[in-house]
């Protein structure tokens, strides 16, 4: 099956940073979502996207559906040390398409 | 208090033994899925269902069978044809009308496979 191309793998930052996100397919989805998995645990949900340049926040996160639609974006403000795990996006290539592609996650580790 | 539940938490099986891993949602939601999840990879699809009765395959389906007998539960089986069945098993669900694509997971099941 098809991956998304999400990217940093890894980013290690200090308490207060902000940080971004992305990621990029050759395909067009209609709908963009945002997990967060700790370790050991299953993923939670953060934002999701259904429109192509919709804007989104959840407190500190703020997402964006690509204008191409092929894309998507997860910005962090003042990072805290609990917003360490890791971040998966998802897409979901067209209406009634029952199943989600996955990126590989992004590693966030944040110093105090 | 609804969401979706998996048990156990860690399990350990000796190679060549069948396993089912047990996966409960009472959110009312039709479709459940089976994901399984390898260190610095992302979620891959073992098998879904969109409805009682009735499942598809996933990307990774050989050595995995599943059944759908009601609309709460959604059990998967690792077979002994599994290869390399050591992983973290992830089950999620969502609602198949109102337009949502959003889906739901529960905290996991560790398998070992000794």
């Known amino acids: 099956g098809q991956q998304l191309n999400q990217s940093p793998q890894s980013m290690f930052i200090q308490e207060g940073e902000d940080v971004s996100m992305n990621c990029t397919s050759s395909s067009i989805f209609n709908t963009w979502l945002w997990y967060k998995q700790d370790p050991g645990e299953g993923p939670v949900l953060l934002i999701a996207l259904y429109k192509a340049g919709e804007l989104t926040s959840n407190g500190r996160l703020t997402a964006q559906f690509g204008i191409t639609r092929k894309d998507s974006f997860l910005n962090i403000s003042a990072s805290i040390p609990s917003d360490v795990g890791i971040y998966f996006c998802a897409g979901q290539l067209r209406s009634g398409y029952s199943t989600l592609t996955f990126g590989k996650g992004t590693m966030l580790l944040v110093s105090p | 208090d609804g969401g979706i539940t998996q048990s156990p938490k860690y399990l350990f099986r000796k190679e060549g033994q069948n396993v089912t891993l047990s996966c409960e949602q009472n959110l009312n939601h039709d479709a459940m899925y089976w994901y399984r999840q390898d260190p610095g990879q992302g979620l891959r699809l073992i098998y879904y269902?969109?409805?009682?009765?009735?499942?598809q395959k996933g990307d990774i389906a050989e050595g995995y069978s599943v059944s759908r007998e009601k609309k709460e539960s959604f059990p998967l089986t690792v077979t002994s044809a599994q290869k390399n069945p050591t992983a973290f098993y992830l089950c999620?669900?969502?609602?198949?009308?109102?337009?949502?694509?959003?889906?739901?997971f529960g905290p996991g099941t560790r398998l070992t496979v000794l």
């Open positions: 269902s969109q409805i009682v009765n009735d499942f």
């Open positions: 999620a669900s969502k609602a198949t009308s109102g337009g949502y694509n959003e889906q739901f």
